[in-house]
């Protein structure tokens, strides 16, 4: 059975910091690794989806690695400010079978601070 | 542009009732599924489907019923409401093909007391 894990579970950091936000799965057969934002009370937002072939994906402040054979991804945010405080779910596609069913982790908590 | 629609967004139910969770996207999406969010253990997924007609169990199916009439939308039925079922509950769509990320609404807050 996938699991998946983040790590930390809750991060502060002043405005401005480069981070770094991790996760891990059990199981390297994925087909995609996805990372969510959710606001509190919200839904989930996809930020980046890496296919199982990609090593990268980068949209505007984030970048998103991948290393399939290790189980590990990780979230890069750059120049953080408050307005990214939210928090960070990271999910895996497993699922030969379609449907892209998903497998989440926990999530990271984020707090930016002025 | 609507994306993934939810409703309602919060209730309250007595232990027994049953109720439907409607979900509703506008995208023309194959794939829908229906997750629920607790604290200290992630989304996990109840019932999802591929497809008009065709729906299939995910990881925590008991006492919850799902059918897929339309592509548009596919709603969660509680059978008799259970306190365990007090949850948020997330509705998402996306395309037909695996590398496509998939779109979440606002969710459902459901109190079972």
């Known amino acids: 059975k996938q699991e998946v894990t983040q790590i930390p579970a809750a991060l502060s950091v002043p405005e401005g910091e480069n981070l770094v936000l991790n996760c891990s799965f059990t199981?390297?057969?994925?087909?995609?690794l996805q990372w969510f934002r959710q606001d509190p009370g919200k839904g989930l937002t996809s930020l980046l989806l890496?296919?199982?072939?990609?090593r990268e994906q980068t949209s505007g402040r984030l970048n998103a690695s991948l290393d399939k054979s290790s189980g590990r991804s990780t979230l890069y945010i750059a120049a953080s400010q408050p307005g990214d405080s939210a928090t960070y779910l990271c999910?895996?596609?497993?699922?030969?079978?379609?449907?892209?069913?998903?497998?989440f982790g926990t999530g990271t908590q984020l707090k930016v601070e002025l | 542009n609507a994306g993934v629609t939810q409703t309602p967004k919060f209730q309250v139910l007595k232990t027994g009732q049953s109720m439907t969770l409607q979900c509703a996207q506008d995208?023309?999406?194959?794939?829908m599924s229906w997750y629920r969010q607790d604290p200290g253990m992630g989304l996990r997924l109840i019932h999802y489907?591929?497809?008009?007609?065709?729906?299939d169990q995910g990881e925590v199916p008991n006492g919850y019923n799902v059918s897929r009439s339309t592509t548009e939308d596919f709603p969660l039925r509680l059978l008799s409401a259970a306190p365990s079922q007090t949850s948020v509950y997330f509705c998402?769509?996306?395309?037909?093909?695996?590398?496509?990320?998939?779109?979440f609404g606002d969710g459902t807050r459901l109190s079972i007391l």
């Open positions: 998402a769509s996306s395309p037909g093909r695996h590398n496509q990320p998939q779109h």
């Open positions: 199981d390297s057969a994925i087909y995609n």
């Open positions: 890496i296919q199982s072939s990609q």
């Open positions: 999910a895996v596609s497993s699922n030969p079978g379609g449907g892209n069913k998903l497998t």
């Open positions: 995208m023309n999406h194959e794939y």
């Open positions: 489907s591929v497809g008009a007609g065709i729906t």
